[in-house]
């Protein structure tokens, strides 16, 4: 149905998100450490979690970070007039409690992007969508640690100075399997091929800054057979260049 990319401006849905008065008092900007016991954490809520923690000791002092969560879905609409489909693609900030985000009527997800449905029989399918997902947040990937960051009003009237990360993607199986490219049916976390058990295994983990090197080399060399043992479709990942991104931990 929609053979066309159709995408917002990442950023204004963002401002939009930290300037609305609804969700002024429910933000959190400061990291909060948990425990349930000298050796055991909490992570409830983004602000607690490990991610944004270890991107805040990179800050300069008084910024802070703003989570983007993206989540994805591919919803077949119709069965006997062509068997149209519609690829949706959600955002949402971190800062605000998962237990608002979740409640429906509080319209804290905004439709960013309608990423196009290739028709049946359509070669190099995996890669277009991708790159078409890149293209939508193309705003994200022009920021670095090290850059002066952004200036955003917020609800309670102050300026912030902010950095924008995505550590998390929601989404089923084959939209979690889609990021990191990996193979349909296969692990978006570790080599483990297909028809292992679950549970414990010797296979290792996929790494973003490792595999990011040696995957880049194999295309380059043209070596793609290597590619199929941890389940890697043979073709560049868009989102390894992505700032403080790790597309196997999403």
């Not at 002066?148 to 300026?159: E, T």
């Not at 295994?201 to 990011?212: E, G, K, W, Y």
């Not at 380059?220 to 290597?226: G, I, K, S, W």
Request: glycine content about 6%.
């Amino acid at each position: 149905m929609f053979r066309t990319l159709y995408y917002r401006d990442i950023f204004k849905s963002i401002q939009f998100l930290l300037a609305h008065l609804q969700f002024q008092k429910h933000r959190g900007f400061e990291l909060v450490r948990l425990a349930a016991s000298e050796d055991r954490r909490i992570h409830s809520q983004m602000i607690t979690g490990d991610c944004w923690w270890d991107a805040q000791d990179q800050l300069p002092a008084g910024a802070t970070i703003v989570p983007v969560i993206c989540a994805s879905d591919k919803t077949h609409l119709t069965n006997f007039l062509g068997h149209q489909h519609a690829w949706l693609l959600y955002l949402t900030i971190g800062n605000i409690p998962k237990g608002i985000c979740r409640t429906a009527n509080t319209r804290t997800w905004i439709l960013v992007g309608l990423i196009p449905c290739p028709p049946k029989g359509a070669k190099n399918i995996d890669e277009v969508s991708h790159s078409a997902v890149r293209t939508a947040l193309s705003q994200l990937c022009h920021l670095e640690l090290t850059d002066p960051g952004l200036k955003w009003d917020c609800a309670d009237g102050f300026q912030r100075h902010f950095y924008h990360l995505l550590p998390a993607w929601v989404g089923d199986n084959p939209e979690q399997v889609m990021v990191p490219q990996g193979s349909y049916g296969s692990c978006p976390m570790c080599e483990i091929p297909n028809g292992e058990p679950m549970g414990y295994s010797t296979f290792q983990p996929l790494d973003h800054s490792r595999d990011h090197h040696i995957f880049s080399e194999l295309l380059e060399d043209n070596h793609l057979d290597a590619l199929h043992t941890p389940g890697v479709h043979p073709i560049r990942n868009q989102f390894w260049h992505y700032p403080a991104w790790n597309v196997y931990r999403l």
